[in-house]
């Protein structure tokens, strides 16, 4: 008995984890497809809720027992033929296990806030099982040694975002939205693969733990890794809305929002998980390292900039994920995975207490829409502090900012550091923007009656709130934070003073009864909210010269392929036609034919100069 009790409890049943969350989702099935209508959805919500926290005690017991000890690899043979061996190959560590806990905690009380959103949807069956899917993925890659099966996990977690973008499926723009950000992400995902070919090609393993043995006694050819490298960002690029492929995120928005919640907290941060299991591999190429830094300063100011002329409440959210999630990339780019990680751990948490406080107002209010809100702080105060909460884990001085601060002190370039004082100050001028436009001044036609939302959805907003709280002293406690050394105090210094800089210009621009809804100056308005015209300029440079492309094409094979087909066909079928008439039913005559044909066909060959054969 002792023996099974610790089969089942010890960290050998780490392979349990991800299957609580696809149990829930089919279990969920009968309900999700309309089988069961008598007792409405509610149950399927119910089982999934049960199961997601089965799954977080479960990852707090391996937790405790494997903490402080050295990493145990599972290994699961799933197929092998020739040199081909996939195995399912699993991390058992404080890392991995910490990052379970941490995905099946958001997913837990995204799931309960659900329960009063989507209070009164028949989709909540549906919801609840695409839910447990999105969580059997994000565990999976937690856990996951194998590249190959982080890439499955990952295009599972792309099929998920497709069917909960589309939730609301009957409104043409949602569809819209889904079928993008599925191609969006395409485009990365298949980069991503030739990559993972590249790397089983060159290295022979698949396992995280074997790559990073390969890549530090390695001598690739330097053009070799830079085309491997920039195949395995191209994945990350696209699940972590990074410029080029960044425009999918804002689109999502037209989820219900406690997929939202868990989109720009979790699952963008599933694809910058795996970017740092391969910054071993990406560190063989200074050009690849370049290129994160690059693309990472681009998305991190950009989106920062963009999210400043957003008037869609979700959608300036949005963008600040994907300048967040550009910071991470440029600190795995400048080798710096552990902070990268860190960061990502803060902004998910950071981010979910914002977007819980954001599907509050939409519930009260029916609208996101910031031209129409206002006035809210006396009415919501649970969501004025979530919110609160929520931008002090951002800039300062909660979570993200200790990060912050370490991430700049590593960096050698001032120019690296000029960017996060930047993004510093640009998020705290746009939450401080939010916080006018949402909780002070006059109360709006919508907001004059606005309620506090219920238990179901205040309880999880208060659960985080706390844990945003926490988090710097827990840190502190674990010994998971440096001495307080006078370097990080100036670095403090500078953090705090752009951020207080750029709060205290939204407060002068949008505080005190000042509503300023677009930036004074058109132009800047314009080219900020259409994103630098991104779109456009996708529409202009790829998406019309290829319908072209496929309007010639496509106009080729009608009139001269398939003209050429039916031209041939025609021609046989005319002379079938008219040969019938000649056909007498002798045999002699048939003969004489045949004679005479091959008669004619020799002389032609004893004639033809280039066979050799004339006389």
Request: glycine share 10%; charged share 10%.
């Amino acid at each position: 008995m002792a023996g099974f009790e610790d089969w089942a409890i010890g960290p050998e049943s780490a392979w349990w984890l991800p299957f609580y969350g696809w149990v829930g989702t089919a279990l969920a099935l009968p309900w999700a497809s309309g089988w069961i209508k008598r007792s409405g959805p509610r149950p399927a919500a119910y089982l999934n809720i049960l199961l997601t926290f089965a799954a977080l005690a479960h990852g707090l017991w391996l937790l405790r027992q494997v903490w402080g000890r050295d990493p145990q690899i599972l290994n699961y043979l799933w197929f092998r033929v020739a040199d081909l061996d996939l195995t399912l190959s699993l991390e058992v560590s404080s890392l991995t296990l910490g990052t379970v806990v941490w995905f099946s905690g958001l997913s837990l009380l995204a799931q309960i806030y659900a329960l009063g959103y989507l209070d009164k949807d028949w989709g909540l069956g549906r919801f609840a099982a695409l839910m447990g899917f999105f969580e059997g993925g994000m565990t999976g890659i937690a856990l996951s040694d194998s590249l190959f099966f982080s890439y499955a996990l990952l295009e599972m977690l792309t099929l998920s975002t497709y069917l909960l973008v589309g939730f609301w499926y009957a409104q043409p723009l949602v569809v819209t939205a889904a079928r993008d950000a599925f191609l969006t992400k395409r485009v990365g995902d298949l980069l991503l693969l030739m990559g993972v070919v590249a790397v089983s090609n060159f290295s022979g393993s698949l396992t995280f733990s074997g790559l990073r043995d390969w890549a530090a006694t390695t001598s690739l050819d330097p053009t070799w890794a830079a085309l491997m490298g920039l195949a395995l960002i191209a994945g990350p690029l696209g699940k972590c809305a990074q410029f080029p492929l960044h425009l999918w995120l804002d689109e999502a928005m037209e989820a219900p929002n406690p997929a939202s919640i868990l989109r720009n907290s979790a699952v963008v941060a599933c694809g910058a998980f795996v970017l740092i299991k391969l910054q071993p591999l990406l560190a063989l190429s200074p050009l690849t390292d370049g290129v994160l830094v690059a693309i990472g300063t681009i998305t991190a100011i950009g989106g920062s900039l963009v999210a400043l002329a957003q008037i869609d409440l979700k959608r300036t959210f949005s963008y600040s994920t994907s300048a967040y999630l550009g910071l991470v990339f440029a600190a795995v780019g400048t080798g710096q995975p552990d902070l990268a990680l860190e960061l990502l751990l803060m902004h998910g948490l950071a981010k979910a207490l914002l977007f819980m406080g954001v599907g509050s107002l939409i519930y009260t209010t029916s609208t996101q829409d910031l031209t129409e809100l206002g006035g809210l702080g006396s009415r919501m105060p649970a969501t004025l502090a979530a919110f609160a909460v929520g931008s002090l884990g951002m800039v300062a001085p909660l979570g993200c900012f200790w990060t912050l601060i370490r991430l700049a002190l590593v960096y050698s370039e001032p120019a690296l550091m000029g960017v996060l004082l930047l993004v510093n100050g640009l998020t705290a001028l746009n939450l401080a923007r939010v916080f006018g436009l949402v909780f002070l001044g006059s109360p709006q036609p919508k907001t004059r009656r606005a309620p506090e939302v219920g238990w179901l959805m205040a309880l999880p907003m208060v659960i985080l709130t706390v844990q945003n709280l926490l988090m710097p002293w827990l840190f502190w406690r674990w010994g998971l934070y440096p001495a307080w050394i006078p370097e990080l105090q100036q670095m403090a210094v500078l953090l705090g003073t752009a951020g207080l800089l750029g709060a205290s210009v939204g407060a002068w621009l949008y505080w005190g009864g000042r509503r300023r809804l677009r930036l004074p100056w058109p132009e800047l308005q314009d080219l900020l909210a259409q994103d630098f015209y991104t779109g456009q300029l996708y529409q202009a440079l790829l998406v019309q010269p290829v319908s072209a492309l496929s309007r010639g094409l496509e106009w080729l094979d009608r009139n001269g392929v398939d003209g050429l087909v039916n031209g041939v066909s025609l021609a046989f079928w005319f002379s079938g036609e008219a040969l019938k008439y000649t056909l007498s039913g002798r045999m002699q005559l048939y003969v004489l034919l045949i004679v005479i044909g091959v008669v004619v066909v020799t002389a032609w060959l004893l004639r033809s100069p280039h066979l050799g054969l004339a006389y």
